[in-house]
């Protein structure tokens, strides 16, 4: 069994309008997932440094970081970090670009848990549906352009608020989409924005939002989640 999360942290900012990384974090051991993806982990703007330090996840938490930052001051790319257990192995971490008018990126690791060895995808889609739809046409290229592929676990706001919408059809046929539910605003959840996408090995056992005290003021999303199985 695998436990996967995502969650747009909103740089730590709740919706008190207070940056309280210390309540992120709670949010975060809340959840006991072995991986865990975070959208707007860093600041948006000058060095762009994080809101998660590594000192205070390393001593907070019993999850550690997958480098893909360019900058020591960060932990993500274009805000998309990846957290994983302290007994996962990281095999492999990638920095990818999307198309779209303003900075936008994913990432991708490698990794091993229990014996199993799966690529996990972490992004943070446009708000624009043009540039959703060419972010994941690029992205479904760049996953696949290896020369094996992984089983693989796609997560991250996709700021895509409808089911039957065209962009998510681009995941078809090799992969099924789960949406666990509305997630946006914390306060009061009216959209579904925030998504898991798995391959074809994988069974979604059981997936849902985490909806704690914490996690209603912690950010504007509420965090995503999804128990997954994978067949041998």
């Known amino acids: 069994m695998l436990k996967i999360g995502s969650y747009n942290i909103q740089k730590a900012i709740g919706v008190d309008a207070r940056r309280r990384p210390e309540r992120t974090l709670k ?24 809101t998660l330090a590594r000192d205070w996840i390393a001593e907070h938490t019993d999850y550690k970081v997958v480098p893909f930052a360019i900058r020591d001051a960060s932990i993500g790319w274009h805000g998309n970090a990846i957290l994983v257990r302290n007994t996962v192995e990281i095999l492999d971490h990638t920095r ?11 990432v991708m690791a490698d990794i091993r848990l229990n014996g199993q060895t799966f690529r996990v995808a972490a992004m943070h889609l446009s708000v624009l549906a043009t540039y959703r739809k060419r972010q994941i046409a690029s992205l479904m290229s760049q996953l696949h352009a290896h020369a094996f592929d992984l089983p693989t676990v796609l997560v991250g706001d996709l700021n895509e608020w409808w089911d039957t919408a065209q962009s998510l059809k681009l995941f078809d046929p090799h992969f099924e989409v789960t949406t666990p539910g509305r997630s946006f605003p914390s306060p009061m959840p009216l959209a579904s924005l925030d998504r898991i996408i798995t391959s074809r090995e994988f069974t979604v056992e059981q997936a849902g939002v985490h909806q704690s005290q914490t996690a209603r003021i912690a950010s504007d999303h509420l965090p995503v989640w999804a128990e997954l199985t994978l067949s041998h």
């Open 96 to 106: 990818l670009e999307l198309p779209t008018l303003e900075p936008r990126g994913a």
């Open 27 to 50: 949010v975060i051991q809340e959840m006991d997932c072995d991986v865990i993806a975070l959208q707007e982990a860093d600041k948006r703007f000058g060095p762009r440094e994080t």
